[in-house]
């Protein structure tokens, strides 16, 4: 099992445009008990409330929605390219059909406030702060809802604060 070092957030100098929108990440919650976890390419990091914060968002109709809403933390893991296949398996099934751990080889690790995985390179562990469901009055160019939500499956949008942020050493 390799090891992983807590980092001070500052040190950081990822591109999570490209984390993200490019190499993508899994959202993750639960805990040993019972978690799940998806594939998410939408998101971001920033600075909120004067706290250091991930914001992600996850549609109605995703089984690790009902996770994340019993949780109070919640994992944002980030992957090298050698992943992609294992991500795309996680975005393309749901956690109520199929074990994705027994399917892909992820190893979960359950020594922080949300479950994360071994072949992570890079992992923030995020304490929910802000929840609110996407609804088509909020959007300013409407052409944006009727594009992506024509289906009416709605994302929540999660902001959370980073607690802690933990590197491959």
């Not at 040993?32 to 914001?55: C, I, Q, R």
């Not at 809802?145 to 709605?154: G, I, K, P, R, V």
Request: hydrophobic share 40%; charged share 25%.
């Amino acid at each position: 099992m390799s090891s992983f070092t807590n980092v001070d957030i500052t040190t950081l100098n990822d591109n999570f445009f490209k984390k993200i929108g490019s190499e993508w990440m899994l959202v993750t919650a639960g805990d040993s008990n019972g978690f799940n976890t998806m594939t998410a390419s939408w998101g971001g990091v920033g600075v909120l409330w004067n706290k250091n914060v991930s914001f992600t968002f996850i549609r109605d109709s995703r089984y690790t929605i009902d996770f994340i809403d019993k949780s109070d933390y919640f994992s944002l893991s980030f992957f090298g390219g050698e992943m992609k296949k294992v991500l795309a398996f996680c975005g393309a099934n749901s956690g109520r059909d199929v074990d994705k751990i027994k399917e892909t080889g992820l190893v979960p690790v359950f020594d922080a406030s949300a479950p994360y995985f071994e072949q992570a390179e890079l992992v923030l562990v995020c304490k929910k702060l802000y929840k609110q469901r996407m609804t088509s009055e909020s959007f300013c160019d409407k052409t944006l809802s009727e594009t992506f939500y024509s289906d009416n499956d709605w994302h929540e949008i999660f902001v959370g604060e980073i607690i802690s942020v933990l590197k491959k050493s």
